[in-house]
C-alpha cells in the first residue's frame, strides 16, 4: 500500500562542536499524497539532504513534526528505503548480494523473486556482468547504480532518492529516469526525489518543489500535469515540457 507524508512544520537548526547555529531549514509544511512523485530541486546548501534525513528518520527534528502513514517519525522504518549521494555498498559482498541485503533482512518477497529482480534491474542499468565483483572494482557511477538497483528490489512503500543520478553520463541517466517512472507508474510508490536538474525532476514528477538557501526553505510548488503516467522520452521534445521548465525556472529566480 502506497503511503502518504505529512511534514508539519519540520524545521532544523544543526548545534556544531563550536556550538554556533545553523538554521539549515526554516518550517517546512509539505503534504505528498500516497502513490505521488515529488521532486525538490534547489541549490546546494538550501536544506534538501536534511530534509530527506528527517523524513527517514536517520536526523532529529528541532520544531515540528513528521508523519509516514499512520506513524510519527522517530526513528528509521523499514518501510521507507533511501538512496544516498553516495553509494554505500558493503564492500565485503558482491554487487549481486548488496543487491539481495534487505530483502534478506526483511524477507519482502521470495528470494526467487528478489534474484530475477535484481538481476533484470542490473541487466538494465548495465550491471549484470559486474554482479560477481565487489563494489571496490566498480567505478563510482556504476556503484550507485547499484545502490539503486538495491532500493528498488526490496520494493519499499516509499523512496527517498538523494540525487542518485548526479554521478552519471546523460544518455544512463536519461535511461534510468524512464525506467524509474515506469517503476513509480506501476508500483505506486510514493518518492521523494532530491536534484540539482530542473529538467529530470519536470520529467519525473507529478509535483516540484522549489528550495531556496540562506536561510534553507520550501519556496513554492509547481504541479506538473498533463503528461502520461509513464513518462517516455518523446516527452523531453514537447512544448510542454519546455514550458514547465521555464516555469520552474522563474519559480526559483522569484526566490533568489
Ligand atoms: N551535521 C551538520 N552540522 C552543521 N551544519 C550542517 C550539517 N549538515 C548540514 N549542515 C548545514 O545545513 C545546510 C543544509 O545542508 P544540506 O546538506 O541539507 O544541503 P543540500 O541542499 O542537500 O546541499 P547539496 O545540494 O550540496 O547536497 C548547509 O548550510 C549545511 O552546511
Ligand atoms: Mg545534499
Not at 528505503?81 to 521470495?110: D, Y
Not at 538523494?162 to 505506486?188: G, V
Not at 513554492?220 to 521548465?245: H, M, N, V, W
Request: glycine content about 6%; aromatic content about 6%.
Amino acid at each position: 500500500m502506497p503511503l502518504d507524508i505529512d511534514i508539519d512544520g519540520a524545521s532544523k537548526t544543526f548545534i556544531t562542536a563550536t556550538d554556533t547555529h545553523v538554521h539549515a531549514l526554516e518550517p517546512v509544511h509539505l503534504k505528498i499524497a500516497p502513490g505521488e512523485f515529488l521532486s525538490l530541486v534547489g541549490p546546494s546548501g538550501c536544506g534538501k539532504t536534511t530534509l530527506l534525513r528527517m523524513i527517514a528518520g536517520l536526523l532529529d527534528i528541532t520544531s515540528g513534526t513528521i508523519r509516514v502513514g499512520a506513524q510519527t517519525v522517530t526513528q528509521p522504518d523499514r518501510r521507507v528505503s533511501v538512496v544516498f549521494q553516495k553509494p554505500t555498498l558493503l564492500p565485503w559482498r558482491t554487487i549481486l548480494e548488496n543487491c539481495l541485503l534487505p530483502n534478506l533482512i526483511m524477507h519482502t518477497r521470495t528470494p526467487a523473486d528478489a534474484r530475477a529482480d535484481a538481476e533484470r534491474l542490473l541487466g538494465l542499468t548495465g550491471l549484470l556482468a559486474f554482479r560477481d565483483r565487489y563494489p571496490a572494482e566498480l567505478s563510482g557511477g556504476m556503484q550507485q547504480r547499484a545502490a539503486i538497483v538495491r532500493a528498488l528490489v526490496s520494493q519499499p512503500e516509499i523512496l527517498l532518492m538523494d540525487e542518485p543520478f548526479s554521478a552519471l553520463d546523460e544518455f544512463t541517466r536519461e535511461n534510468l529516469n524512464e525506467e524509474l517512472s515506469k517503476i513509480q507508474a506501476r508500483t505506486k510508490t510514493t518518492i521523494v526525489f532530491v536534484t540539482h536538474n530542473i529538467g529530470e525532476a519536470v520529467f519525473l514528477s507529478h509535483r516540484v518543489g522549489v528550495m531556496a538557501p540562506r536561510p534553507g526553505r520550501l519556496g513554492a510548488l509547481i504541479d506538473i500535469t498533463g503528461f502520461p503516467a509513464e513518462r517516455d522520452a518523446a516527452i523531453r521534445k514537447s512544448p510542454a515540457y519546455f514550458a514547465k521548465i521555464a516555469e520552474t525556472r522563474a519559480a526559483f529566480e522569484a526566490l533568489l
